[in-house]
């Protein structure tokens, strides 16, 4: 309908007009006068005080002539967006805030109920102004109630109820958002509390409001709206109760039950290791696939899962998708030769199955799995050159000759095979150089450190450095020194190692045990730490034996003997500074006689017990690690 049309009666006669107050003043034929108010001169008047900023002027018009709101922000939505403060600043009252945010609605009225049929130059601007201005990915009511949120922010003192009145007028409604703030205020002890509990009742269904304050498993919230309500005390209160007295995971467990919300169900089941409750309620409620991403990571829990879904479908007769379901689980469990075996008899095209296959070697060869990356690029993809530099990057030499001869490819031979093994060269002897920079730095500093600890055991554990200390201290720490112990420098306090002190929690003994695994250099751990360091060094020496060794025959079988002997003389000289030094690094012959203390000591809490389990550590005998020798190839000649 055309807004400049109005039906009056035939023959009346214009009097007076008053834009001030947007009406006419008309004479009718029988001579009466009476005052209209025509909704061609309200929007016209309203639009001039949007125009303005005059948004006050704006809503008062709005209320008093039931004009939809929404035109405050339709008419010209950049603007309205950049002004809310404004908005704010001149409506003030919490009462009209709220009624603006409660008539919201997705339909642009001013291409509507109110469309401009006379669109001026300053119309056209902010029509375009709009086009480019606020984004279209969130609806039109969620983005000003944001807006308003966002403004509002600051202005909690005055104005507690717009915020509640813009969270529930989202679509959906924000109740989740809502009820965290009566939580919040709840907590802070504020009288306020109640008040905005009563208000976001009013405003939403009191049920919904219920659930929604279930679902942030604060039960004194949830109790706090069902007051409000009409509900039967005799309903809620056991059950409220019955919540109360159970521990967090199971009450969260039969919360989210209780809403039907069964994949967060099944989540807290998981979180308490509950897994034949797992599996049952899986079952129950048909939460397979939640399952299988619950146990990506636990084969064993993830293959129980796979066979009662594979049960599953096969009762539905859905064979095909069981093949499916079994491929991507298998995948996801990094399965590659069952998970292309469900692809193939799920009748997958082979296509697809090449894709699959490829982004499977691609993940083992991440996960530094050469061999089988190789096998697949070969197998499902013929791609022998891929699969010759996977072999050559686990060391495997032997495989990418044979099946660079087998596929008559033996241009590969100078292209990917040479290259593999420099390349292989050279991560070695750079590994070898570290490795012996290693043990040239650590060993020096152990030896330094016993030695300081031999000349003057207190100032080493820096327990009492004067002068005149009793020299009753023991290395060996019982329970009737009473002197000041090799801890003092920890407790603060002269008595026995067992002395526990209250202020000594468990966020100090972590904080202790971060210092002990850092071994900075210094303090009392670096002994231990330098020890664990070396034997650390010849495990990984140990390691990357077997592939140096690959790696010299390779270079062997490609006439490279020079380059096979210089890193078999880096791995030997590696390999006796280890065995030079080994024997002092590990002290086996002294920590024997100190074995005899084990189990004497008393616990101390807190950092103290770091300390203590740190020297009862480097006190333990242990056999050092076994240094494996690399048989020597007669090619390269005598040693």
């Excluded at 208000?199 to 929604?212: G, K, M, P, R």
């Excluded at 697809?352 to 490829?358: G, H």
């Excluded at 019982?478 to 026995?496: D, P």
Aim: hydrophobic share 40%; proline share 4%; glycine share 6%.
């Amino acid at each position: 309908m055309d807004e400049r049309c109005r039906a009056i009666e035939r023959g009346a006669r214009l009097v007076a007009a008053m834009p001030t107050s947007f009406s006419l003043v008309l004479q009718m034929p029988r001579g009466n006068l009476e005052t209209i108010f025509p909704r061609a001169i309200v929007l016209a008047g309203i639009r001039r005080s949007i125009s303005s900023n005059k948004y006050k002027a704006a809503f008062l018009a709005c209320r008093n002539h039931r004009v939809d709101m929404n035109i405050l922000h339709d008419y010209a939505p950049a603007q309205f967006m950049s002004s809310i403060g404004t908005f704010v600043d001149q409506i003030r009252k919490v009462e009209h805030i709220d009624l603006f945010l409660s008539q919201l609605k997705e339909e642009d009225v001013s291409e509507t109920m109110y469309r401009e049929t006379l669109r001026d130059d300053v119309v056209q601007s902010n029509i375009s102004h709009e086009v480019s201005g606020p984004s279209t990915t969130t609806t039109k009511v969620n983005r000003i109630c944001n807006g308003f949120l966002e403004v509002l922010r600051t202005r909690e003192a005055t104005n507690l109820q717009n915020i509640i009145t813009a969270h529930v007028c989202k679509s959906p409604p924000d109740l989740d958002a809502g009820l965290s703030v009566v939580a919040r205020l709840r907590q802070e002890g504020l009288e306020v509390a109640g008040r905005v509990v009563e208000h976001i009742c009013f405003l939403a269904d009191v049920n919904q409001l219920y659930d929604h304050a279930l679902g942030l498993y604060d039960i004194d919230l949830a109790l706090l709206v069902a007051q409000q309500s009409q509900m039967d005390p005799r309903e809620y209160l056991p059950f409220l109760q019955t919540l109360q007295e159970l521990p967090e995971g199971r009450r969260n467990f039969s919360i989210d039950n209780h809403l039907k919300r069964f994949p967060k169900a099944l989540r807290h089941l998981y979180d308490l290791g509950a897994t034949d409750e797992v599996k049952e309620y899986t079952e129950k409620n048909r939460l397979y696939k939640d399952a299988l991403e619950l146990y990506r990571y636990e084969t064993e829990r993830l293959n129980e899962i796979i066979r009662l879904y594979a049960d599953y479908l096969n009762n539905q007769s859905n064979f095909k998708e069981a093949g499916i379901e079994a491929m991507s689980a298998y995948r996801a469990a990094g399965l590659w030769r069952e998970t292309l075996f469900c692809a193939i008899e799920a009748s997958v095209p082979t296509v697809q199955i090449k894709e699959l296959a490829i982004a499977l070697a691609e993940g083992l060869y991440e996960a530094k799995d050469y061999a089988n990356a190789a096998f697949i690029y070969l197998d499902y993809g013929q791609d022998v050159e891929t699969a010759a530099r996977a072999f050559c990057k686990g060391y495997l030499f032997a495989d990418a000759m044979r099946i660079v001869v087998l596929w008559r490819r033996e241009d590969l031979l100078e292209t990917v095979i040479d290259q593999g093994l420099v390349d292989g060269l050279v991560a070695s002897t750079e590994l070898l150089a570290d490795c012996k920079a290693q043990l040239l730095a650590q060993v020096p500093r152990l030896r330094e450190l016993r030695a300081k600890k031999k000349e003057d055991p207190l100032a080493y554990y820096e327990g009492i450095p004067d002068a005149d200390a009793p020299d009753n201290v023991s290395l060996a720490p019982t329970n009737t020194s009473t002197s000041a112990s090799l801890f003092t420098r920890y407790t603060g306090r002269v008595g026995t190692v067992n002395t526990q002190t209250t202020h000594k929690t468990s966020k100090n003994r972590r904080r202790e045990e971060r210092k002990r695994a850092r071994g900075k250099k210094g303090s009392i751990y670096e002994e231990e730490y330098l020890i664990n360091s070396v034997g650390r060094l010849i495990d990984r020496v140990n390691g990357v034996r077997d592939e140096m060794g690959r790696l010299v025959q390779g270079l062997l079988r490609r006439r490279m003997r020079e380059r096979a002997l210089a890193i078999e003389a880096a791995l030997n000289d590696v390999t006796n500074l280890i065995r030079g030094c080994i024997g002092e690094v590990f002290e086996l012959d002294q920590r024997v006689g100190n074995a005899a203390a084990d189990g004497q000591t008393p616990r101390p809490g807190g950092p103290n017990g770091v300390v203590q389990d740190s020297l009862e550590e480097a006190a333990k005998p242990r056999e050092p690690p076994l240094v494996r020798a690399l048989e020597r190839f007669s090619l390269l000649g005598a040693a």
